[in-house]
Structures are given as C-alpha cells and as structure tokens.
C-alpha cells in the first residue's frame, strides 16, 4: 500500500497539467503577440536552454521573476531573429502585461494544488522531486507550500535531473520508505511515469495539454488523472 507520495512541481503543481510552453504561448496569443507559434517555439526553446547553461536565475528569485526572466529571453530572442517588430517601451509593456496575466494564474492553480497536497497530508508522507533551476524552496514558500513536503529533491542542487530514475530514489529515501510504498504523481510520462516506475514506484499521469500532438502510452502510468484533486477520489485504488 502507498505510504508516501512524491510530486512533480513545473506543470504539475502550477498549471494542472498543462506543459510551461502551452501556458506561455497562450498568453501570447491572448496578448495579441504577432509571432507564430512556430517562432513562439523557437524562442522558448532558446530561453530553456539559456536559463539551464548561465547562472541567471538565483536561489532567492521568487517564481514572479523566474516567469520574468523566461519572458525578457524570449522576446529579446524574438526580436534579434526578426520575428517581433517592437521598440523597446512596447515590450517593455507587453512583457508586463503577460506576466502579471500568466503570475495571477499560477497563484489560482497553486493555490487549488495546495488544498488537495494539504488533504493528503493528513494521511501520507509527502515529498518533492523537480528539474529546477536552484530556487524551488524559494517558490514553494512564495506560494504557500511550506510544511508540507518531508524533503525537496530539486535537479540543480542533487545534480541529477529528470528522467534519470535516481533522482525519484532520491525522494524515495528522503520519505524513508520503499519504492513499492510510493506513488509518484507528475504531468510527464517520459519525465516522471517511466522513470518513476524503473525503480517500482506507483505512478499517477496527470494528463493535460502537452507541448505537441505526439501520442503518449498511456498504458505506462497506474492511474491517470485530468485534475489533481482526483487523486482525493483515487487514494483507495493505491
């Protein structure tokens, strides 16, 4: 039986399953940015790879400037490759403007994440395992989850990221159970399902909008789920 549970936080926690370059290209669209999604894509790439190669985000940023920091690479990208025409005051305003859209909504989702993390805190050992940038505590306790994880295993501080099954042995030891007791909740299959189960962890997919179309086995994950709050329903079939 489960005994303890692990969590993914990015797309898991902060946006019910929906993958971090959906959310963002949402807001762009909302925003009236004229970029395609093509050139969107091109450009989040570039600033995932630009945040995870320089030391640009520090352990003390909360998660408003982390998504601030994500925003200014991207656009910048945007503009030096020619695909926004914009002066410097006009991104300037746009640049806010997301980013007070896309801060409202991660406080609204974290906020219903943590009233389901709190129920099952009352019966389960929690802990939690994220490809981070050095600065999770930082945005857990901006956002209220403090208390409520055992342990926090975050990628640039272990130096092991995800999908390497390590990192989830991490959290398995951190909670002081077995594999088999643990069930591991997280939005991507590649990221945490597979890995999570190498090492005989239960696994829960919360399934949500993904980066592309590509189809995802969903015979991988024991359970899956379309909203956190159904694990509440789910905890007897663990």
Known sequence: MTK???????????????????????????????????????????????????????PDFTFRQTLDAKLRIELEHLIATGALDADAAEVGKLRQEMLDDLYEDVKAETSRSRKVLEAVARSYKLALVSNF???????????????????????AVVGIRKPD?????????????????????????????????QIGCRTVWLKGEGWDDTPQDESQPDTIITELSQILDKE???
Not at 143 to 154: K, M, N, Q, R
């Open 4 to 58: 303890g549970y692990i969590f993914d936080y990015g797309g898991t926690l902060d946006t019910g399953g929906r993958h971090w370059g959906k959310v963002l290209w949402r807001a762009y669209v909302r925003h009236g940015v004229p970029v395609t999604e093509n050139q969107f894509r091109e450009a989040y790439v570039h600033a995932e790879r630009t945040l995870g190669s320089r030391p640009i985000i520090m």
């Open 133 to 155: 940038y050095g600065n999770v505590n930082t945005v857990l306790h901006e956002l209220c989850f403090d208390g409520l994880f055992a342990d926090v295993i975050e990628s």
């Open 165 to 197: 099954p390590r990192i989830f042995m991490l959290g398995v030891e951190a909670l002081e159970l077995k594999p088999s007791e643990t069930t591991v909740v997280g939005d991507s299959i590649g990221k945490d399902i597979i890995p999570a189960r």
């Open 236 to 238: 007897k079939d663990f």
